[in-house]
C-alpha cells in the first residue's frame, strides 16, 4: 500500500485517529510538525532557554528531537534526576541519551535527589515507614522531582521547562483530576500554562498531542532503543489512575481519535477558568525552604514529608 502523503514511498503506519496510512518519512515528518504546532502556540519559539525535563525514557528522546528540529539547539538544556532507587537503574539510557544530547548540541545537567534533597529517595522511604508513614514513593519522588526541575530552571534562567508527557498521560491526568474534583491542579493540564508563583518556571508539554504508541514508534524508527526499566515502586493494585487508563484505550479503540478530542474540549474549558485563576493572588511561600506552596499552607508538602520523616527538623 502506498503512503497516503506523500503517494511515492511503501505506507509502513495505520494512523487511526487521521485515517491515514503514511511511509515512516512522512509519519516522523508528521510528529514533528504537530510538536511543533502545539510549541508555537506555547510560544516556545520566543523563548532564549529552554530546559528539558529528561528521564532518559523514548519520550526523552522525542521531546529533544522534535525540538531541536525547529528551535536552536543552543537554546536547548537538558536535566535528569537520578531518585536512588535499588534495582532502579538507568545509567545505560542516561549515557545512550547524553550521547543522542550532546550529538544535537544539548548539554544535559544531571543531577539527583541525594545531591539535591541530601537523601536518595529509598533513604526517605526507610525514615519515612520506621516513622509509621503511610505514602507513597510516588508522593515523595513526584514531589521533590517538581521542585528541583523547577530550582534547575530557576538555575539556568529558563523562560520554560518541558517535559516529554504525551497525549495518553495528559489525558489520563486530566480525567483523574477531574474526578477528584481538584481544579488547580486540573488548570496545570491547559494547553498554555498558568505562573501562580513569580517562583515557578512555566512548565510546557509540546508532546501533549501525541498519542504514547506514536512516541515509542517515532523514538524506534530514529534508532533509539533501549529496554525500558521497570521501577521497582511502581504499584501492582489497580489505581484509579490504571482503571481510567484502561477504560480511554476502550473508548479510542472504539471511537479513534477520542483522546484529542477530550484534549480540544479541556484546552477550550480551561481558556476560560484561566481568567478566574490569573487574578488568584501569588502562592504563599513555605516558610521552611521558601518555595511556593498551595494556598492556605505555611510548610510546603515536601518539607512536611520530610518532618514527619524525621529527616528534618521543623
Ligand atoms: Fe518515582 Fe518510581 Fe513512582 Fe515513578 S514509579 S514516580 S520513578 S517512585
Ligand atoms: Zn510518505
Ligand atoms: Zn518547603
Not at 52 to 73: C, W
Not at 239 to 250: P, Q
Given at each position: 500500500?502506498?503512503?497516503?502523503?506523500?503517494?511515492?514511498?511503501?505506507?509502513?503506519?495505520?494512523?487511526?485517529?487521521?485515517?491515514?496510512?503514511?511511509?515512516?518519512?512522512?509519519?516522523?515528518?508528521?510528529?514533528?510538525?504537530?510538536?511543533?504546532?502545539?510549541?508555537?502556540?506555547?510560544?516556545?519559539?520566543?523563548?532564549?532557554?529552554?530546559?528539558?525535563?529528561?528521564?532518559?525514557?523514548?519520550?526523552?528522546?522525542?521531546?529533544?528531537?522534535?525540538?531541536?528540529?525547529?528551535?536552536?539547539?543552543?537554546?536547548?538544556?537538558?536535566?535528569?534526576?537520578?531518585?536512588?532507587?535499588?534495582?532502579?537503574?538507568?545509567?545505560?539510557?542516561?549515557?545512550?541519551l547524553k550521547r543522542y544530547l550532546s550529538s544535537l548540541g544539548i548539554e544535559l545537567i544531571e543531577d539527583s535527589?541525594?545531591?539535591?534533597?541530601?537523601?536518595?529517595?529509598?533513604?526517605?522511604?526507610?525514615?519515612?515507614?520506621?516513622?509509621?508513614?503511610?505514602?507513597?514513593?510516588?508522593?515523595?519522588?513526584?514531589?521533590?522531582?517538581?521542585?528541583?526541575?523547577?530550582?534547575?530552571?530557576?538555575?539556568?534562567?529558563?523562560?520554560?521547562?518541558?517535559?516529554?508527557?504525551?497525549?495518553?498521560?495528559?489525558?489520563?491526568?486530566?480525567?483523574?483530576?477531574?474526578?477528584?474534583?481538584?481544579?488547580?491542579?486540573?488548570?496545570?493540564?491547559?494547553?498554555?500554562?498558568?505562573?501562580?508563583?513569580?517562583?515557578?518556571?512555566?512548565?510546557?508539554?509540546?508532546?501533549?498531542?501525541?498519542?504514547?504508541?506514536?512516541?515509542?514508534?517515532?523514538?524506534?524508527?530514529?534508532?533509539?532503543?533501549?529496554?525500558?526499566?521497570?521501577?521497582?515502586?511502581?504499584?501492582?493494585?489497580?489505581?484509579?489512575?490504571?482503571?481510567?487508563?484502561?477504560?480511554?484505550?476502550?473508548?479510542?479503540?472504539?471511537?479513534p481519535g477520542a483522546l484529542l478530542s477530550i484534549l480540544d474540549e479541556f484546552d477550550k474549558i480551561a481558556e476560560?477558568?484561566?481568567?478566574?485563576?490569573?487574578?488568584?493572588?501569588?502562592?504563599?511561600?513555605?516558610?521552611?525552604?521558601?518555595?511556593?506552596?498551595?494556598?492556605?499552607?505555611?510548610?510546603?508538602?515536601?518539607?512536611?514529608?520530610?518532618?514527619?520523616?524525621?529527616?528534618?527538623?521543623?
Open positions: 500500500m502506498i503512503c497516503d502523503n506523500c503517494k511515492v514511498r511503501e505506507a509502513e503506519v495505520y494512523q487511526a485517529h487521521s485515517g491515514k496510512r503514511l511511509c515512516r518519512k512522512c509519519f516522523m515528518k508528521d510528529i514533528r510538525e504537530r510538536v511543533k504546532k502545539e510549541s508555537l502556540k506555547i510560544g516556545l519559539d520566543k523563548a532564549s532557554k529552554i530546559l528539558l525535563a529528561v528521564s532518559g525514557g523514548k519520550d526523552s528522546y522525542v521531546l529533544a528531537d522534535t525540538l531541536s528540529s525547529f528551535i536552536d539547539s543552543n537554546k536547548l538544556i537538558a536535566y535528569n534526576i537520578t531518585e536512588g532507587i535499588q534495582g532502579y537503574n538507568r545509567y545505560e539510557q542516561i549515557v545512550q535527589f541525594k545531591q539535591g534533597v541530601g537523601h536518595t529517595l529509598d533513604e526517605m522511604m526507610k525514615y519515612s515507614r520506621n516513622k509509621g508513614l503511610n505514602v507513597s514513593a510516588c508522593t515523595f519522588c513526584g514531589g521533590f522531582r517538581r521542585k528541583l526541575i523547577n530550582n534547575a530552571g530557576r538555575t539556568v534562567s529558563a523562560d520554560y521547562v518541558a517535559t516529554g508527557h504525551n497525549l495518553d498521560d495528559e489525558v489520563q491526568a486530566i480525567i483523574v483530576n477531574l474526578i477528584r474534583g481538584d481544579i488547580i491542579r486540573l488548570i496545570r493540564f491547559a494547553d498554555k500554562p498558568i505562573k501562580l508563583s513569580s517562583k515557578f518556571v512555566l512548565r510546557v508539554k509540546p508532546l501533549r498531542r501525541v498519542y504514547e504508541w506514536e512516541t515509542t514508534l517515532y523514538a524506534y524508527y530514529g534508532g533509539y532503543q533501549f529496554q525500558e526499566v521497570e521501577c521497582p515502586y511502581i504499584s501492582t493494585k489497580p489505581t484509579l489512575r490504571s482503571k481510567v487508563r484502561e477504560l480511554l484505550y476502550t473508548l479510542e479503540d472504539k471511537k476560560k477558568v484561566r481568567k478566574q485563576s490569573e487574578l488568584k493572588e501569588e502562592l504563599p511561600t513555605c516558610k521552611i525552604c521558601g518555595e511556593p506552596t498551595s494556598y492556605g499552607r505555611e510548610i510546603c508538602k515536601n518539607c512536611e514529608l520530610l518532618i514527619s520523616s524525621g529527616l528534618l527538623d521543623p
